[in-house]
């Protein structure tokens, strides 16, 4: 199910188009809104655990390890 998120904070993102190409460094701007299915999970980091999210875009691109505290749901 895909959900409108909008980015609060602004950060720099790999982004998958394709299995075998290579990944494209975007700019995420906060404020900027987009549809997106998320499939979230918890990393353990060296500060402890930090739940991210991979966020599957309508248009077939992935992001992965987005933290949720860089984003919210607006619907």
């Given at each position: ?11 720099h993102?790999?982004l998958?188009?394709a ?5 494209e ?8 809104r987009?549809?997106?299915?998320l ?9 402890g655990?930090v739940?991210?999210?991979?966020l ?20």
């Amino acid at each position: 199910m895909y959900h409108l998120i909008e980015f609060d904070t602004a950060f720099h993102a790999d982004l998958e188009a394709a299995p075998k190409q290579r990944l494209e460094r975007l700019r995420v701007l906060k404020g900027i809104r987009a549809y997106a299915a998320l499939q979230p999970y918890v990393l353990e980091t060296a500060a402890g655990p930090v739940e991210v999210a991979d966020l599957h875009f309508k248009d077939g691109t992935v992001t992965r390890r987005v933290r949720f505290e860089y984003f919210h749901f607006v619907e």
